[in-house]
């Protein structure tokens, strides 16, 4: 059975930083793409980032690009997004998700971690 469990949401001021962490159960994470998506409040839920079975390449929303960094560790079987230079916009919650390299849709989704800027 699949799991993936987010954790390392929080309250932040603008301008700081938290790391959230994805960790993966029941799957062997080197044939997984992993995901980070988020939903803001009143909208609708987005891509924020992804990254191969391997590790090697990344692909960010370009709301997030240089600041939002993608991590994963296939023997750890975790997935990490560092999140610097916050700001009120990245408010949401940030969902972790799980697609089968050979699939085109994400099947695996976490319950999601919470996120806040605010001063």
């Known amino acids: 059975q699949v799991q993936l469990v987010e954790s390392g949401g929080g309250l932040v001021q603008p301008g700081g930083s938290l790391r959230l962490s994805c960790a993966a159960s029941?799957?062997?994470?080197?044939?997984?793409?992993m995901a980070w998506f988020r939903q803001p409040p009143g909208k609708e839920r987005e891509f924020v980032a992804d990254i191969t079975g391997s590790g090697t390449t990344a692909r960010y929303a370009d709301s997030v690009k240089g600041r939002f960094t993608i991590s994963k560790s296939n023997a750890q079987s975790a997935v990490w997004l560092q999140l610097n230079a916050l700001t009120p916009d990245d408010t949401a919650v940030y969902y972790c998700a799980a697609r089968y390299y050979l699939k085109d849709q994400y099947d695996y989704w976490g319950e999601g971690t919470q996120v806040t800027v605010s001063s």
């Open positions: 029941g799957l062997t994470l080197g044939n997984y793409w």
